[in-house]
Each structure stands twice: as structure tokens, then as C-alpha cells.
């Protein structure tokens, strides 16, 4: 897939101008996606492997982020959608963490960004060995898995947006702080702190 991510990044992040301009930036970026196939609509489930951007809205938790970036693992034991949120973990660490989950589901997302599927979010499969246990084993203790892996209600997800396996430099970059009942440092020294 993509065996330099973590130099995709640096050229996204030096072309826009710095970090926080790349952070700024992506969610609008990831909009005009949705004018062609990298970028498309979902209905809500987090397929296993893929990366989201969505609107949250939950009273059940004190402090939650409310626009995540999520890698999808499936439905959880409860009925919800699991992902794991990118914002939980610091961005460093994140650029790191996503090029060892490309660089471990090579070969299955090598054949989606080929031929008709490249850039098409939709066409593109989904990682169906990737699950909850797997991540934890693979990378719980390297990345601290626990809490960036979230539920999310379907029924309080809005405009979920599915990227191409080619984009997802757009959502790894995006460190903006739309968290509820807390911040985007707060969330992730909770983990790394």
C-alpha cells in the first residue's frame, strides 16, 4: 500500500505550511473529496480497516470528542460501532502507529488501490481480519491501545465520511481540538501522560 506514509505526511505538512495549518486544513480537504470517489458518504458502520471523520454527539459521557477520526473494527459485543480514535494518541505517536498498521495490512489493501478501486472509497474493502483482540495484541502495548479504541452509537454519529486507503494522510494530520468536556492534550495525556 503505502510503504512511505510517514514521508506523505511530511510532504502534506511542508506543501500546506506546518502542522498546524495541515491540522486546519484537512477537514476541508476531506470535503471536497466527497465531489469525487476518495472521499464517501457512509451509513454509520465502522468497517474493519477503514478510516472515518464524523460529527459525535453523546450526553451519556462527561468528555468525549465530538468530530473523531476513527479506524473502523466492526461492530462491538454490545451492538456499537468500534473504532480505534486517532486523537487520542499524540500525533508522533499516531504517524507512527498508522504506518505500522499499514505496514502489517499491506497486502490486504495492496488490491483496493488498484485498477477501478484506487481512490474509491467506496469499492475499496475492508481489513475482514482486523478485530479488537488482534489490535491489542499487535499494538496495545507499543501505542497504549486501550482508550483510543472507542464505541460509538450509531444513532448519535453524523455525516460519517469513509476515506480511500490513498487519503488517509488527511485524517492522521487532523489534530483539532473538538472535544467535549475536555481537550485534545488533556484526552491524550490520559494515555501517554
Known amino acids: ?31 471536497k473529496l466527497l465531489k469525487t470517489t476518495e472521499a464517501t458518504r457512509s451509513n454509520g458502520r465502522l468497517r474493519k480497516g477503514k478510516m472515518y471523520c464524523f460529527r459525535y454527539f453523546t450526553p451519556d459521557e462527561k468528555a468525549y470528542d465530538s468530530y473523531p477520526v476513527v479506524i473502523g473494527l466492526g461492530k462491538s459485543d454490545d451492538g456499537h460501532q468500534l473504532g480505534i480514535n486517532l486523537h487520542y494518541i499524540p500525533y508522533l505517536s499516531r504517524i507512527r502507529f498508522v504506518q505500522s498498521f499499514l505496514d502489517s495490512y499491506a497486502g490486504s489493501m495492496r488490491e483496493s488501490t488498484m ?31 486501550t482508550r483510543a479504541i472507542r464505541q460509538y452509537k450509531m444513532d448519535r454519529m453524523r455525516y460519517p465520511i469513509q476515506l480511500s486507503y490513498e487519503n488517509w494522510h488527511l485524517g492522521v494530520v487532523n489534530d483539532e481540538n473538538y472535544f467535549i468536556g475536555t481537550n485534545i492534550n488533556e484526552a491524550q495525556s490520559k494515555i501517554y501522560g
Open 1 to 31: 500500500m503505502e510503504p512511505h506514509f510517514s514521508q506523505k505526511i511530511k510532504d502534506y505538512v511542508k506543501e500546506v505550511g506546518g502542522r498546524t495549518k495541515a491540522s486546519k486544513n484537512s477537514f476541508k480537504e476531506i470535503e
Open 115 to 145: 485498477g477501478a478501486m484506487a481512490l474509491n472509497a467506496a469499492r475499496q474493502h475492508s481489513i475482514n481480519v482486523l478485530n479488537y483482540f488482534g489490535i491489542k495484541g499487535a499494538f496495545g502495548n507499543k501505542f497504549n491501545m
